[in-house]
């Protein structure tokens, strides 16, 4: 397990950033060309070493080092790799929509992970669906092998020197870290300066390694705070008024950026130009994001790592599918819960928890946060409160979709394909037994199910 971390550069001169960009857009170019040509069924067929020897073989020409195109190639071919694995996902779960039978769907699951789907019209025609072809516009990116950049300490101060187009000239970098850079690393030239983004190993790096909790929770994803557990706890607190201010500030931001567009439109063009250069950059939008992003993530890794103090077993929705919301919660709400953060859970749960020792379970997340936890009924939710229209309970919302998050590890009904329309007649199912026992027994009125009777299983049917 290996951590990212990323290294500034430090005034670099524009000379030196030129070039650099020269070196990332000729790199670039081949980026483009390899997605054209790869990114789809072509790329299954084969893989990076066979086009790298077939192109060394016909003796092609390129206009970069060697060693650069090679990484190139090697890292776009892993891009595609990724995304193919995204949309065979969803082939499943297409898959487990489609058949019941058992043994059909591991047969096709298996020929799906072993890439032998090609073969396959049916499966074929699924991934068709889900496995578009993909296209890149990247041209800010370097990646570099350890032979193609040196790490050295001068005057109190850390460089690397990296590969140029001019042949044993090589480009240095100061850098605004003193941690000893090692391994392939990926160069990133945005907002004039270099990211350098280099791999580390958690425990030289001051990451929390300590041993993970005992506990077996479930969490649902908020706002106000990054998670909230099946116990009521939050951890994380404060994400949502970080998010808030700033999608605040910028709706303001953006507003006054209108009206002065505005006028850069009526005006003639000398003066169209000067708005456009002084008033319309993006310099300044873009460090406050970087800084903001920054923040949010602070914020998303200690409410994870808060929940790792307590659990070694966590059990969460499937956090990268977006959810279509039924009824529109409003401008102003739509625009403060973009999907970003969702992303930077999901990324922040994969990475923390093998590292701390713990596992994540993904389950079904339909309607977790519109059934009661108590009774199993689909009750109201109004803001931070979810009212049951059965047992007349009231929870904290996302403590409620914790525990039914929760109850669905061990349910025997419901699995993470299971589709949302089969969720719901289940627990309409569940609702209505559950109340005709009650109506035969005639000291039931449908009154609240002890809330000790939510171990995992034991969901309304079997209560
Ligand atoms: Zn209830």
């Known amino acids: 397990m290996i951590v990212t971390r990323i290294a500034y550069s430090q005034n670099i001169t524009a000379s030196k950033l030129a070039a650099l960009e020269e070196i990332a857009s000729r790199l670039g170019r081949l980026r483009t060309e390899v997605w054209d040509k790869y990114g789809s069924l072509q790329g299954v067929r084969t893989n990076h070493r066979a086009v790298r020897d077939s192109w060394l073989v016909s003796k092609r020409q390129f206009d970069v080092p060697a060693r650069l195109w090679k990484e190139t190639l090697r ?8 995304y193919r ?13 489609r058949t019941s039978d058992e043994e059909t769907r591991i047969k096709l699951w298996s020929s799906l992970q072993n ?13 068709r669906k889900h496995f578009k072809h993909g296209h890149t516009q990247v041209k800010n990116q370097i990646i570099l092998d350890s032979q193609c950049y040196k790490w050295f300490k001068h005057g109190g101060k850390c460089w690397i020197k990296v590969t140029s187009l001019i042949p044993r000239q090589r480009i240095a970098i100061p850098l605004n870290t003193t941690y000893p850079i090692k391994g392939t690393i990926r160069l990133l030239l945005r907002n004039g300066r270099v990211e350098v983004h280099y791999t580390v190993e958690p425990s030289k790096c001051g990451c929390n390694t300590s041993p993970c909790g005992q506990a077996i929770i479930g969490i649902d994803k908020g706002y106000t705070e990054a998670f909230v557990d099946s116990d009521g706890e939050a951890h994380g607190e404060g994400l949502g008024d970080l998010l808030t201010a700033e999608s605040d500030y910028l709706k303001v931001k953006y507003q006054h950026r209108q009206k002065i567009e505005a006028i850069a439109k009526k005006s003639n063009k000398s003066k169209r130009h000067r708005i456009k250069l002084n008033n319309l950059g993006r310099n300044k939008l873009e460090r406050r994001r970087i800084k903001h992003t920054a923040k949010v993530k602070t914020k998303i890794y200690q409410g994870t790592h808060s929940v790792l103090d307590k659990a070694k077993e966590i059990v969460c929705e499937d956090l990268a599918v977006p959810i279509k919301a039924k009824k529109n919660r409003g401008k102003d709400t739509n625009r403060r819960l973009s999907g970003w953060v969702k992303g930077l859970m999901a990324d922040a749960l994969e990475q923390v928890s093998p590292r701390r ?7 079904n997340a339909a309607y977790t946060s519109q059934a009661c936890s108590c009774c199993g009924s689909l009750g109201d939710r109004q803001g931070d409160a979810f009212y049951c229209t059965e047992c007349r309970v009231v929870l904290h919302a996302d403590m409620n979709a914790a525990r039914n998050v929760l109850a669905r590890l061990n349910d025997p009904e419901i699995s993470r394909w299971t589709t949302y329309q089969k969720v719901k007649s289940i627990l309409l199912e569940r609702q209505r037994r559950r109340l005709s026992l009650c109506s035969q027994d005639s000291s039931c009125t449908g009154q609240p199910v002890s809330t000790e009777s939510e171990s995992p299983s034991s969901l309304p049917n079997n209560a």
């Open 357 to 363: 020792g713990a596992s994540v379970v993904l389950v």
């Open 85 to 97: 694995a995204a949309a065979i996902a969803k082939a499943k779960a297409a898959v487990y929509r």
């Open 115 to 127: 890439g032998t789907w090609i073969n396959d019209s049916y499966l074929r025609r699924v991934m």
């Open 75 to 82: 890292d776009v071919f892993a891009d595609i790799e990724l």
